[in-house]
């Protein structure tokens, strides 16, 4: 018997099925998915297999053909419903440029705020101390189109944070990023108080910032809490993806 005392997790994804117009087979098929409030997932499978895709779906940005999203319990239906989602659930593009159009980085930081609801000032002072946080402050006046890969990249994570979200949902957080850029994001999300769901190749990174796996592969999601990725230098039939040592069945 379930557990009704249990809370509702932050996002759950029942029986999705999604395909691209002119495929003939769905992208995903019946998928379910839930991401309790401060977990920390990794999203894994191949190139094409939809991960970006899901990540679309949770934040209503793509329609399923069959299926419901939910946010705390309850299903989304109409625009406020997204609305609401997107208040407590952040995006993270894996191209920063999709996400900065502000002249400014202060600006861009801002607008997420003010569309909250807060003042002009309040806004402000809230973009400063997430630029605090995260040792951005002196990028606050710079024009966003001149900054590096890796700084629009820990910019657009900036405008997310700044709205103080639940849950955040990252598309290769770590491309663009050299390694000083990369630790710094590993130190971020290692502090924050929120749930995470990571799409990224780079598994020593998801070693570090996730507790758990889901590999996304033939439209649907296996979740597995025994794969552990790990970054040593060796060889065998199933050194090229995540696995389990003592496990010798090919791939």
Request: hydrophobic fraction near 40%; glycine fraction near 8%; charged fraction near 20%.
């Amino acid at each position: 018997m379930a557990d009704m005392s249990a809370p509702s997790p932050l996002v759950r994804l029942q029986d999705i099925r999604f395909g691209f117009p002119g495929h003939t087979t769905p992208l995903f098929n019946d998928l379910e998915f839930s991401l309790p409030a401060q977990e920390r997932i990794g999203l894994i499978g191949p190139n094409g297999s939809g991960k970006t895709t899901l990540l679309r779906v949770i934040m209503g940005l793509l329609a399923p053909q069959h299926g419901n999203v939910f946010f705390s319990g309850s299903p989304i239906h109409t625009r406020e419903d997204w609305r609401t989602l997107r208040q407590h659930i952040g995006f993270v593009f894996q191209d920063s440029d999709d996400q900065l159009f502000c002249p400014t980085v202060l600006e861009d930081v801002a607008f997420g705020p003010r569309n909250l609801g807060l003042s002009r000032e309040h806004a402000r002072t809230r973009a400063l101390e997430t630029l605090a946080d995260l040792e951005l402050t002196a990028l606050a006046e710079a024009m966003t189109h001149t900054l590096s890969g890796g700084q629009k990249k820990l910019v657009a994570l900036a405008t997310v944070l700044a709205m103080r979200p639940q849950a955040l949902l990252l598309d290769e957080p770590t491309n663009d990023l050299d390694h000083d850029a990369r630790n710094r994001l590993i130190d971020i999300l290692e502090r924050l108080d929120t749930a995470l769901l990571i799409v990224s190749h780079d598994w020593d990174f998801l070693d570090q910032t996730t507790s758990r796996l889901c590999e996304l592969h033939a439209g649907q999601l296996e979740c597995n809490g025994n794969v552990t990725l790990h970054s040593h230098v060796h060889a065998h039939v199933r050194g090229g993806v995540p696995h389990k040592h003592g496990d010798s069945s090919p791939s």
